[in-house]
């Protein structure tokens, strides 16, 4: 009677610890996922950061549009 008892918590305790983990890593989950989908990468031009998905990208720099593409990096000097 003495195992069987014991058997009997050791799986309530796994069934306790495998319920808490899945309550716990729930919220985080999505999160990662959304960040490793669409990361971000900041215009050359204006500064204002688009999913890479949108931006456009020359010369190793990201651009948020056609136009600011053709117009290149910002620069103080004009
Ligand atoms: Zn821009």
Known sequence: MGLFRLL???AIIFAAIWIW???IS??????TREDAAAPMVRCAHCGV???RS???SQDQRW???QAHLE???H???R
Request: with cysteine; hydrophobic share 25%; glycine share 8%.
């Open 8 to 10: 009997f918590w050791i």
């Open 21 to 23: 983990r899945r309550f």
């Open 26 to 31: 729930k919220p985080k989950r999505p999160r």
């Open 49 to 51: 950061h688009v999913p």
């Open 54 to 56: 949108q931006a456009l």
């Open 63 to 65: 651009y948020c549009s």
């Open 71 to 73: 117009q290149g990096p």
């Open 75 to 77: 620069s103080g000097d």
